[in-house]
């Protein structure tokens, strides 16, 4: 069984610190992509990362997905209280559309 | 920017009631799928669908479940005889190109199985 693991569960932080939320397994996915989502809300996507080594940036955010193509890290700079909300990994392992979702981090940014 | 819209948003059935959940994908879309996610747990993948045919789906997509893409534009998904355990969030899903290019989600229908 396929899994993926989120780390930390939950990070409360201060507005203008940096944080690196983590996305680990012990299987390859062709790739990876990292969702936001809002209560009651279905996940959006930020970013895929296809490439082993790949690191994409979208603003403050910025994604890396691991060399053997099995982790991924999203490190946010200067977070702010419009960050807050709930990030999720999702990996495919094969190309199918059959989404491993991680079991989320909870993010808190304090103004 | 286009959306997938599911509804009803919110359906509440009593168990062993047939339910019909309904998806409208982005329009130039060619995979569709359903995933769910029971309260307080992971978003579970269901079934991928592409070509009018089931593409994958998993242990949880049991006898009970089918989809279906009656028209060029609704994609969805039946349960047959509702649990208690269906209760969850169902969401419907499109893309483009397959997986490595992500995926657009719906809102979701919120089953409640009373």
């Known amino acids: 069984t396929q899994l993926l693991e989120q780390s930390p569960q939950f990070l409360s932080i201060q507005e203008g610190e940096n944080l690196t939320v983590y996305c680990n397994s012990s299987?390859?996915?062709?790739?990876l992509q990292w969702y936001r989502q809002e209560p009651g809300e279905g996940p959006v996507l930020l970013v895929t990362?296809?490439?082993?080594?790949e690191v994409k940036k979208l603003k403050r955010l910025t994604f890396q997905f691991g060399d053997a193509r099995k982790d991924s890290s999203l490190h946010i700079t200067a977070a702010q209280p419009g960050d807050t909300g709930l990030y999720l990994c999702?990996?495919?392992?094969?190309?199918?559309?059959?989404?491993?979702f991680g079991q989320g981090t909870t993010l808190q940014v304090k103004p | 920017e286009p959306e997938v819209t599911q509804t009803p948003s919110h359906q509440v059935t009593q168990m062993g009631q047939e339910v019909i959940l309904r998806c409208v994908p982005i329009?130039?879309?060619?995979?569709f799928y359903w995933y769910r996610q029971i309260l307080g747990q992971k978003v579970e993948f269901l079934v991928s669908?592409?070509?009018?045919?089931?593409?994958?789906k998993s242990e949880i997509f049991d006898d009970q479940f089918s989809v279906e893409r009656p028209d060029g534009s609704n994609f969805t998904l039946k349960i047959r005889s509702t649990k208690l355990e269906d209760s969850a969030m169902y969401f419907c899903?499109?893309?483009?190109?397959?997986?490595?290019?992500?995926?657009?989600f719906g809102s979701g229908t919120r089953l409640t199985v009373v």
């Open positions: 899903a499109s893309s483009g190109q397959g997986g490595n290019y992500g995926y657009t």
């Open positions: 299987s390859v996915f062709s790739s």
């Open positions: 990362v296809v490439t082993g080594g």
């Open positions: 999702a990996g495919d392992s094969s190309n199918t559309g059959k989404l491993i």
């Open positions: 329009s130039n879309h060619l995979y």
């Open positions: 669908f592409y070509n009018n045919e089931i593409s994958e």
